[in-house]
């Protein structure tokens, strides 16, 4: 399985962005998608989960302002982010989770004061 994410970039602070991530390989048992960011200096934390039934996770910073979704039909997630702010700032990595957890290969989004 590969996961390829894009939709990063450079946003000002109140801007928004949506992120891609698009799977490919022979996907099977999946148990759900995420998405994980890691800041400078700081240690990679989950931001939003989406299962396989439709159950929807996300961290306290972000919650109310992203959105995690997912196309089926065409294997790919989404993570709509609003309001974005500067501690928003890292880089964005896709995951899904089967009987192993598969990543992406990040995609960076910095958001100016």
């Known amino acids: 399985v590969q996961l390829q994410a894009s939709g990063g970039g450079l946003v000002q602070a109140g801007g928004s962005l949506r992120l891609s991530c698009g799977a490919s390989?022979?996907?099977?048992?999946?148990?759900?998608w995420g998405w994980y960011r890691q800041a400078p200096g700081k240690q990679r934390e989950l931001v939003a989960s989406?299962?396989?039934?439709?159950?929807?996770n996300y961290a306290d910073s972000v919650r109310g302002r992203f959105t995690i979704s997912a196309d089926n039909a065409k294997n790919t997630i989404y993570l709509q982010m609003n309001s974005l702010k500067p501690e928003d700032t890292a880089v964005y990595y896709c995951?899904?989770?089967?009987?192993?957890?598969?990543w992406g290969q990040g995609t960076q989004v910095t958001v100016s004061s």
């Open positions: 989406l299962s396989i039934s439709g159950i929807t």
């Open positions: 390989g022979r996907i099977s048992r999946v148990v759900d």
């Open positions: 995951t899904l989770r089967s009987l192993v957890t598969f």
